[in-house]
């Protein structure tokens, strides 16, 4: 159990962020750790590096940060997955449910390739309407899902039922 | 003359992004080429290597891509720099004109320590406000600034005016 422990000492909780009630969990230890950026890192691509992933697509933005390590380390595309009004060429959009109104993210058009076997990359899995419409995006544009890879999962929002059916990495989970 | 050429075939001219007149390099074909990826890489790991750097500091979003990777090649910690409000610890701030107003970039206040070499990563120096702020963040906070590192410079902009005593590596240049 060391390597879990080395990721799961590496992130801190931060209360009443980004509003009153909310303890969030802070990556920005791990990231200054490189014992434990290497391991998450390595842990992601153990995970990956035999299972056909063409293209990995990271959610702005911390999910650059792991997105394109882990894509530098296998050899392949980085994809980003971005905020609206954000990219400068023809853009695919996905809108998700936000607790009031909707938020959506974009993909260039042109940023995959039809049967292209995608890994979606975040450092967290919250409630899964981000995941959900990275997925749908990917799949409007022709590609493939071939998993998700999350740095945290909060287990208990039950963000994974909002991509059930996909493969699913969570390198360190908070449980029910 | 192989190598810069690879890079700059992987960057797309987009007219009128963000607004009216402007000609946007996207660098989102580079990071869909592993080739060029990996070049752009091997060439920021070559160039920095042997330079005593102590941690990448990489500026939101773009500069998550390349400094992550980065600080995963070199293993090193990575600091993101961040737009306002988006920290969850305690943050340092650093403001920057724009061409009406002002913004901001902060790091959290225990991301580097006294003395650190910090080598900022950003995909674009254009007018050079917000490397200079980032500049000013990492010094205030006692660390020291190796350097810079961009993917692409737009050289008539000027923007190296601003970070001018600094070690600067741009891998695409437009000149004048």
Not at 21 to 35: M, S
Not at 98 to 110: N, S
Not at 113 to 130: C, S
Request: hydrophobic share 45%; net charge negative; aromatic share 8%.
């Amino acid at each position: 159990m060391s390597e879990p422990d080395l990721l799961r000492a590496a992130i801190r909780d931060v209360p009443d962020f980004p509003k009153a009630g909310v303890l969030f969990k802070d990556i920005t230890p791990l990231l200054k750790d490189p014992a434990a950026l290497r391991e998450a890192l390595r842990r992601m691509e153990e995970r990956w590096r035999d299972e056909s992933v063409d293209a990995v697509a990271g959610i702005e933005a911390r999910g650059f940060i792991f997105g394109g390590a882990l894509a530098d380390r296998l050899g392949i595309p980085f994809v980003p997955l971005r905020k609206q009004g954000k990219l400068p060429w023809h853009v695919a959009r996905a809108e998700y449910a936000l607790e009031y109104g909707t938020d959506a993210i974009e993909m260039h058009v042109d940023a995959i390739e039809a049967g292209q076997r995608v890994l979606i990359v975040d450092d967290l899995l919250a409630t899964g309407g981000t995941a959900r419409a990275a997925a749908e995006l990917i799949e409007a544009q022709g590609g493939v899902v071939a998993g998700f890879s999350f740095v945290v999962s909060l287990v208990f929002l039950k963000g994974g039922e909002k991509i059930s059916g996909y493969p699913v990495q969570s390198l360190v989970e908070y449980g029910e």
